[in-house]
């Protein structure tokens, strides 16, 4: 029994590591803007040496971002008002020495661009810049909301456990009319 409750302890522990880090490697910055919420973020720290092989190798490389705009509910679960599910992909041609990039919006693909310049791909794929989330019409001026936000990249390498490749962080604002 006192095995069961160390294991269960040290994987509380281990989870609570990669939610602080979580938190201190994702900048949010939600924006009310034109009628609708409006989020940005850059992801910090994510573009270690196995991102940097996987894309060298020729590696379809791709970070997905789950945006949730949820609203804070005191006594309840709290609900998502919004979602949007944004892929930054980078196939990287070891012949031409370039990085085709892609960026899709709830599967539409929404913008591609081809690059020679590596820092130009880095920033592609963990930088987002305004996406559309949701109509301000959908929300009370009177209630809290926060944007949560779930990375991915793909191909996962060098996870013991599953969690080291996927990143969540989020962010509370006052929706101001």
Not at 93 to 111: E, M
Not at 130 to 150: A, F, G, M, N
Not at 156 to 162: E, F, K, L, Y
């Amino acid at each position: 029994m006192t095995r069961r409750f160390f294991v269960l302890g040290a994987a509380l522990m281990l989870l609570g590591g990669v939610l602080v880090r979580a938190d201190q490697s994702i900048r949010i910055v939600p924006i009310v803007k034109d009628d609708s919420v409006v989020v940005s973020l850059q992801l910090q720290d994510a573009f270690g040496d196995d991102v940097k092989e996987a894309i060298a190798s020729g590696l379809r490389t791709t970070f997905t971002y789950t945006i949730d705009l949820r609203m804070h509910a005191t006594l309840w679960v709290d609900r998502t008002m919004s979602s949007a599910v944004v892929t930054s992909s980078d196939e990287f041609d070891n012949l031409t020495r370039q990085h085709r990039l892609t960026r899709a919006v709830d599967g539409k693909v929404v913008d591609a661009l081809t690059t020679d310049d590596a820092a130009a791909a880095q920033r592609w794929l963990t930088t987002l810049d305004r996406v559309p989330v949701c109509p301000t019409s959908k929300l009370d001026p009177s209630r809290d909301y926060y944007v949560r936000i779930s990375a991915q990249v793909r191909p996962q390498r060098g996870s013991i456990v599953g969690w080291a490749n996927s990143i969540t962080g989020s962010v509370r604002f006052t929706f101001i009319p």
